[in-house]
């Protein structure tokens, strides 16, 4: 089950737009060969925080 687990490589944050500029965090992940980014606009939330939210989001759509 380990290998499942998804762990940040690097959280970033970044104005992102055209004239009409938003905060956003950056979450790079890596799972086992795959790399994903993830994006969050609340600023607050840890890269972790993030990561199993999105976990959360992935269960519900499937």
């Known amino acids: 089950?380990?290998?499942r687990r998804r762990s940040p490589i690097c959280a970033?944050?970044?104005l992102?737009?055209?004239?009409l500029?938003?905060?956003l965090r950056f979450v790079l992940v890596r799972r086992g060969e795959q790399?994903?980014?993830l994006?969050?606009?609340d600023l607050t939330l840890a890269a972790t925080?993030?990561?199993e939210l999105y976990g959360y989001?992935?269960?519900i759509e499937r």
């Open 21 to 23: 500029y938003q905060p």
């Open 12 to 14: 970033s944050d970044l």
């Open 1 to 3: 089950m380990a290998s």
């Open 39 to 41: 994006v969050s606009i």
């Open 49 to 51: 925080e993030i990561i």
């Open 57 to 59: 989001r992935f269960k």
């Open 35 to 37: 790399l994903s980014i």
């Open 16 to 19: 992102w737009g055209q004239k």
